[in-house]
């Protein structure tokens, strides 16, 4: 059971959504969505697909990133020679 308090305070709030999304009062009253909202869902849509695309790309570019840095760690041991001691020379004291 819902009293006047709550469908009062349900009424501010509505009214205030609507100011905050620039819909005039009521126009959520029923329910349905308006245009605002539905142009503030497909925005969150679009930056949710755009997150997922970074995110896949910032992977795909670490995971090469990684693969170079190993291949080219190889490589400068391949290029290096072995270090060789030398024979130390005594010294007269």
Known sequence: ???PLDSRMRAIAREEAAA???TPDGARADGTS???A???QQ???DL???LHHAATTISKLSARLDALEKAAGR???EEQPTAR???RKATPE
Do not use: V, Y
């Open 1 to 3: 059971m819902s009293s």
């Open 43 to 45: 925005q969150i849509t």
């Open 38 to 40: 539905e142009q503030m």
């Open 85 to 87: 001691r030398a024979a």
């Open 34 to 36: 308006t245009p605002a």
């Open 20 to 22: 905050l999304l620039g």
């Open 75 to 77: 490589k400068e041991q």
């Open 48 to 50: 949710h697909e755009h």
